[in-house]
């Protein structure tokens, strides 16, 4: 989570997509920056909202431009099982998903781990449920949406570096873990649709 009062910008930084080498390249530019996830790096928007009521009492939160990242549901989901997969989460048998198929994953682990796989939109609601980005970037399109926020902010030409990445290896995902996704993350398939649609009619 990066707030900047020079460029007057906002990330929220939603997990898996890329918000490490984001907040590396942006955290010049950041008048506050928080890295560590278990102090808020991955803030929801509502919470950003109640943590910086400070600020936004001496700014008015309508001058800042704030954006996200948002990833397909089936990526984002394989993204998190990958990384757990992980050594560091061996000692803690509830995290890690070496042992387990996708399947497992979607069927045990995601309802043990609470709050680790939920729709990514909330992320980026306000106080008042309303959806609160300016730009929400759809993690596929990002090598060419990235570019387009950094003009908007007049922050030079950036090259976003690969960071914290999930291992590669293939995954088979069947028709059942699909269809948990759809249901658990419809809000996100609807989200990147609307996107992918209001993008489409802007460059008709």
């Known amino acids: 989570m990066i707030i900047s009062i020079?460029?007057?910008f906002i990330f929220i930084a939603n997990l898996k997509t890329a918000s490490t080498s984001i907040e590396s390249e942006l955290r010049p530019h950041g008048d506050i920056v928080v890295r560590r996830s278990e102090l808020g790096k991955h803030l929801p928007y509502a919470q950003i909202q109640k943590r910086f009521k400070w600020l936004f009492d001496v700014?008015?939160?309508?001058?800042?431009f704030k954006f996200g990242v948002i990833r397909d549901p089936v990526d984002y989901a394989l993204s998190l099982y990958k990384s757990h997969r992980h050594e560091k989460f061996k000692d803690n048998p509830r995290l890690y998903t070496g042992d387990m198929s996708f399947d497992d994953f979607m069927e045990v682990w995601v309802p043990n781990n609470k709050g680790q796989l939920q729709p990514q939109i909330d992320r980026f609601i306000d106080i008042d449920g309303n959806l609160s980005v300016d730009q929400l970037i759809v993690y596929s399109d990002l090598d060419k949406r990235f570019p387009e926020v950094m003009k908007k902010l007049g922050i030079p030409e950036i090259t976003l570096p690969r960071m914290n990445v999930s291992p590669d290896f293939e995954?088979?995902?069947?028709?059942?873990?699909?269809?948990r996704l759809k249901t658990l993350m419809e809000r996100d398939y609807k989200a990147i649709a609307n996107v992918k649609e209001a993008i489409a009619n802007v460059e008709a």
Do not use: C, N, P, R
């Open 6 to 8: 020079e460029k007057k």
């Open 59 to 64: 700014i008015d939160e309508g001058e800042f």
């Open 171 to 179: 995954v088979e995902v069947t028709d059942y873990a699909k269809s």
